[in-house]
């Protein structure tokens, strides 16, 4: 079982930078993959970034692509989401999810969920 919940979410402008954090406790967060998902009102939950159990590995939908990047940090069982380069269109509930493989890109491959992070950008 794994626990995780994020923060770091809030109001930016268009232009500017957030990192967001997903603190995990529970046994094991090393061997899981951790994925961001976000969701904007009235529109499925969609796929952000992923990473593996190790942090050597991951991978980024198109439309954020050289603007945000995944990283994790076993030590202190939290995984990250630095975004720059923010636009309004990426505002949207922030989610954190954990998978017991890498390379899933829907959301339902996940097994745990965060309760999510409002992000707003504003134009």
């Known amino acids: 079982q794994v626990q995780l919940v994020e923060s770091g979410g809030g109001l930016v402008q268009a232009g500017g930078s957030l990192r967001l954090s997903c603190a995990a406790s529970?046994?094991?967060?090393?061997?899981?993959?951790m994925g961001w998902f976000r969701q904007a009102p009235g529109k499925e939950r969609d796929f952000v970034a992923a990473?593996?159990?190790?942090?050597?590995?991951?991978e980024y939908a198109v439309s954020v692509k050289g603007r945000f990047t995944i990283s994790r940090d076993n030590a202190k069982n939290t995984v990250y989401l630095q975004m720059n380069k923010l636009k309004p269109e990426d505002t949207a509930v922030y989610y954190c999810?954990?998978?017991?493989?890498?390379?899933?890109?829907?959301?339902?491959?996940?097994?745990?969920w965060g309760q999510g992070t409002q992000v707003t950008v504003s134009s």
């Open positions: 999810a954990a998978d017991r493989l890498f390379g899933a890109i829907v959301s339902r491959d996940y097994d745990y």
């Open positions: 529970g046994r094991g967060f090393s061997s899981y993959a």
């Open positions: 990473i593996s159990g190790s942090g050597h590995s991951t």
